[in-house]
T-cell receptor, first 115, second 114 residues
């Protein structure tokens, strides 16, 4: 899992509540990503950021929001608009988003459960 | 659009036997192909990637993968499986047309039995 940390490991959300997942990296990577993993499915991209103060929607951005105020940090907020948030959330980073074939390195993940 | 198919949900192999986990892809442009492994409740660990050059790529823990352009495949292989290789394996692809955005296959569960 290298120099990428995610917290908490488990997170419980009540109906109507917004929750924020933390992702921090000390790899000096420019690009960061958030993925959602559901059982029996591959990873789906929620948001990505190529540089500080800039981010783009991925394939399933509805009900989620992000910020990128610092190079090291890319928090993900799961809003009350996300009706089915139960999943395993993975953060990743790579040296640069524009570079071709750059390896993405993943954090240990946060499991979000709905109460 | 780019896509990845892992046709087998699960692969069973006996310890000491060779293993193959299959992956086929579809991209426009040159493909960049990756294999990752995931242990229960953990993040993905990078195993190997193909960018260009030799079609046979060697990676971590004795794994290798063969790029076959004509068959659009990138199968993961290991000559002798270990029980500790049991995990979930993901193939992923990116291309120059999609920047560094990865598209993942659905994953293949590898079960190595003693």
């Amino acid at each position: 899992d290298g120099g990428i940390t995610q917290s908490p490991k488990y997170l419980f959300r009540k109906e109507g509540q917004n929750v924020t997942l933390s992702c921090e990296q000390n790899l000096n990577h420019d690009a960061m990503y958030w993925y959602r993993q559901d059982p029996g499915q591959g990873l789906r991209l929620i948001y990505y950021s190529q540089i500080v103060n800039d981010f783009q929607k991925g394939d399933i951005a509805e009900g989620y929001s992000v910020s990128r105020e610092k190079k090291e940090s890319f928090p993900l907020t799961v809003t009350s608009a996300q009706k089915n948030p139960t999943a395993f959330y993975l953060c990743a980073s790579s040296i640069a988003s524009g570079g071709l074939g750059e390896t993405q390195y993943f954090g240990p993940g946060t499991r979000l459960l709905v109460l | 659009a780019q896509s990845v198919a892992q046709p087998e949900d699960q692969v069973n192999v006996a310890e000491g036997n060779p293993l193959t986990v299959k992956c086929t892809y579809s991209v426009s442009g040159n493909p960049y192909l990756f294999w990752y492994v995931q242990y229960p409740n953990r993040g993905l660990q990078f195993l190997l990637k193909y960018i260009t050059g030799d079609n046979l790529v060697k990676g971590s823990y004795g794994f290798e993968a063969e790029f076959n352009k004509s068959q659009t495949s990138f199968h993961l292989k290991k000559p002798s499986a270990l029980v500790s290789d049991s995990a979930l394996y993901f193939c992923a692809v990116s291309s120059g047309n999609a920047g560094n955005m990865l598209t993942f296959g659905g994953g293949t569960r590898l079960m190595v039995k003693p």
